[in-house]
């Protein structure tokens, strides 16, 4: 008897009838003899809906009523899932992150778990309750709603399975799986049937769009075995998991493309101690998240200080820099917003050179000009102009050859073949 | 300065545009120095839309599952006023039942309130905020969400209103008041300025829909003055407030008519002590609310039972009963839906004479036979057919004058007139 916690997101809860396509997977479970506990999102249409009625009533509405709103969301589901289950004859209840005991700290609509007391799920568990939880929420010491930020029901689920010590968590979405790039820009992506934390990390950070980041990092801490699978078919999914032996084989495991970011360049920055700092100090007391950082060496005492930041704040980092722009004596503040970041990851590349070299002459022989680069052990990422995102992630897909099914596929295909199926089971 | 609740229902906060309706008229009495505690339903049609999901998904489905789903829709509309309200530079916050200390015993659907601690309000109020509460919900000592019935969002409004003691409990509704008869029935209907609680009781009890029944109980208890009014215009609406002597020179205020009942009778009851004990707990136990109870003499030790239940509950009553029939030697259970039950209502009836008999007659020239008579002290029902029923509501208005203007309507003229109007200011 295994422990599963299986998250629904959107798509897969959109109506009452995907609610019973969820239903029967649960019901599957059950009679397996597996304990499952339920995250879900909310019902596809239904956050944006809410975010759509804000955005009428305030240009910039409130993080802490934002929370308020965009809560209830996942609760409506999973009041329905757990009528639904009812109606099928299961045990089930609903939970809000709350009831749950997910603590958070105080960041209204990016809130980080703090401590999941999880007593109620245990006691429902033992009762033989199918408990649905809603994701994406807990609350903070006020008592007041706060949310985990976009795809936060992952990182509900990735959370309540480390602390359940569940056996797996499933991720159900409207994908597959991972694939070696996205499928829509790239024809002979191929899906994997096993990623590492790691490599999923920087697939994730870098808007392979899957799980999301921090749900990624927290399965990486507390070594839980995630499963990406679609709710709309049985295949076994990819399984996120640690590295063994068999995936160091590879050098690039995928090609990520993330369109989804801003360059901000302060010109004429005084080349002294502090500046930085004073910079990136006052752009993260906004709650801004930076991705690049690059500094020309500049003359005159002066230097050009670019970065990346998500598409959504650039406007509010922009605003926070010009207050500080003549205490800081910047001579000026440009936005690039066409731009893309187009990543190789890979665990094996921590022990084969040239990795880098094969990247920028792939985007040298396509004519594609590199604005910004930033490395990782596992990760390459070039900046590019955004209309050679597509072209630039298909050749370096090609010549990488992720679309031939490498070692580590046939290694996992031999496994299906003795009946194992990679993906389903952990194999920690 | 005077502190007011204001709540606002489900057709006053329908949109956005509604929405900012209510956020003017709440700047207005922050403008006038005013304190306001607003109170909110869900958004029109919310409610409705959720319940129908409900019911997709489970042809019974579960109470709390109901009290977790329909909550939301107050939380969305607290978080959208708040934000609206921000946006017009007001500073407020919303709060759910929860978070205002809204305990409730254990009834899921239709739980009672048990205490309010109120402390999050009095700090906001303290800090000049305004507080956007959900209407309509609580927790249980499980921690779990409650709501308080149909209307409910009335009687969390005039419970915060006592707690706090409020000066008065604004209603904004759909209508402009309390009408003598329901104006679609009786174009001569009027508009009364004030009316006792006893009387509001009566009127709410029996179909008149302007308030929740138990939230009258509540503001009859603690002296809160409601005011009810409608959020289209300016009107001073009416309000329900303690007798006083102007009151009493009126014997009859108003007719109700209420279609939501069905009568059930039991036909062959034994006539032994202890059986309609027996009977009535089974259905108490259903928590079904019995409204009017009838037995009739019979022969051989045998009598017929017959009382009328809300519309929605008469099959869950006649499935219990079903249960029981053999156990208490009854010989079949009928069921009767096409019944209206008319009622006048007046505080003055008690040192008057002969209204009942008026209202025989009334309904005797129509035509109209009487099924079942009820009394209290400041009222008389009949059920009658319910084909009859706006035939006897304009008869009996007619009979005792209502259309007309009355000493206490003058009397609140006269008010008006000196500037003080009635239904504004609390006169207690």
Redesign the interface.
């Known amino acids: 008897m295994a422990l599963i916690v299986q998250k629904y997101g959107g798509t897969s809860v959109s109506d ?1 009838d995907r ?2 396509v969820a239903v029967r997977r649960i019901v599957k479970a059950k009679s397996a003899g597996d304990q499952v506990v339920v995250v879900v999102s909310a019902m596809a249409g239904e956050t944006d809906r ?1 975010i759509k ?2 955005h ?4 910039s ?2 993080a ?3 929370d ?2 965009l ?3 996942e ?2 589901t ?3 899932l ?3 289950l ?2 099928e004859g299961v045990k089930a ?2 939970f ?1 992150g ?2 749950v005991g997910i603590q958070t700290d105080g960041a209204h609509t990016n809130a980080r778990i703090e401590k999941i007391t999880a007593e109620r799920l245990k006691d429902a568990l033992a009762d033989g309750i199918v408990p649905v939880v809603a994701g994406f929420q807990g609350i903070n010491q006020n ?3 706060t949310t985990l930020g976009r795809g936060g029901s992952d990182l509900t689920a990735v959370a309540l399975a480390a602390v359940l010590a569940a056996d797996r968590c499933d991720i159900y979405t409207d994908v597959d799986g991972v694939y070696t790039a996205d499928p829509n820009m790239v024809p002979s992506a191929r899906k994997l049937l096993k990623i590492t934390y790691e490599e999923m990390l920087e697939m994730a950070s870098l808007g392979a769009k899957v799980l999301q980041p921090r749900s990624v990092l927290f399965a990486m801490k507390y070594q839980v075995p995630v499963c990406v699978r679609s709710s709309f078919t049985d295949d076994p999914g990819t399984l996120v998991t640690k590295e063994d032996k068999e995936m160091e084989q590879e050098v690039v495991s995928g090609v990520a493309c993330d369109k989804n970011q801003t360059k901000i360049t302060l010109v004429g920055v005084p080349d002294q101690p502090g500046i930085a700092s004073k910079i990136f100090s006052a752009i993260a007391e906004e709650s801004v998240v930076i991705d690049m950082i690059i500094q020309n060496i500049g003359q005159a005492g002066l230097t050009d200080l670019s970065f990346t930041v998500p598409k959504g704040d650039a406007e509010r980092a922009r605003k926070t820099l010009s207050k500080l722009k003549s205490e800081l004596g910047v001579e000026a503040i440009g936005l690039m917003d066409n731009i893309a970041k187009v990543s190789i990851v890979g665990v094996g590349m921590r022990s084969h050179s040239g990795t880098a070299a094969k990247m920028f002459t792939t985007l040298a022989c396509e004519g594609i000009n590199i604005i910004m680069i930033s490395t990782s052990e596992i990760k390459i990422s070039c900046v590019v102009d955004a209309k050679y995102a597509e072209l630039a992630v298909r050749a370096l897909h090609e010549a990488f050859e992720l679309g031939k099914t490498p070692a580590r596929a046939q290694w996992a295909a031999k496994r299906i073949g003795k009946g194992k199926i990679a993906g389903r089971r952990n194999k920690k």
Chains 1, 2 share one sequence.
Request: hydrophobic letters at 50%; a neutral charge.
């Open positions: 009452i609610i019973f809410l009625l804000a009428q009533a305030s240009a509405p409130g802490r009523e934002m308020m709103l809560s209830t969301g609760r409506v999973t009041a329905l757990a009528i639904a009812e109606a209840c609903s809000t709350r009831q008592s007041d709603v």
